[in-house]
């Protein structure tokens, strides 16, 4: 049974950093990728970074690109979301997220993902 659970969210200033973690159990995770999504409220889930397998290719949603960085430990079973720079229009509940088939990159077409994390809310202040 895949289970994901997120970490490392909460409140901080405009201009800070924090770092989310989501640990991964139930699948040969070195043959998945893994993408990370956000939803703030009342809108719609929206793509945030993804990275293939191996972490050999990542993608950003340009609202994020040169602030946030999605890395992999396989060894931990762990994707990482670095974000630097946060703004308060990054608020939102992020969620790490599996494709529903290994060896297989959906970058940012959420109907691909097959499983989900519970969240974890990030609250940017100005």
């Known amino acids: 049974q895949v289970q994901l659970v997120e970490s490392g969210g909460g409140l901080v200033q405009a201009g800070g950093s924090l770092r989310l973690s989501c640990a991964a159990s139930g699948r040969t995770f070195s043959s998945y990728a893994m993408g990370w999504f956000r939803q703030a409220l009342g809108k719609e889930r929206e793509f945030v970074a993804g990275?293939?397998?191996?972490?050999?290719?990542?993608d950003y949603a340009d609202s994020v690109k040169g602030r946030f960085t999605i890395s992999m430990d396989n060894a931990k079973n762990t994707v990482y979301l670095q974000m630097n720079s946060l703004k308060p229009e990054d608020t939102a509940v992020y969620y790490c997220?599996?494709?529903?088939?290994?060896?297989?990159?959906?970058?940012?077409?959420?109907?691909?993902?097959?499983?989900w994390g519970q969240g974890t809310q990030v609250t940017v202040s100005s």
């Open positions: 997220a599996l494709p529903r088939a290994s060896y297989y990159y959906p970058a940012g077409r959420r109907d691909e993902y097959g499983y």
């Open positions: 990275i293939s397998w191996r972490g050999f290719n990542t």
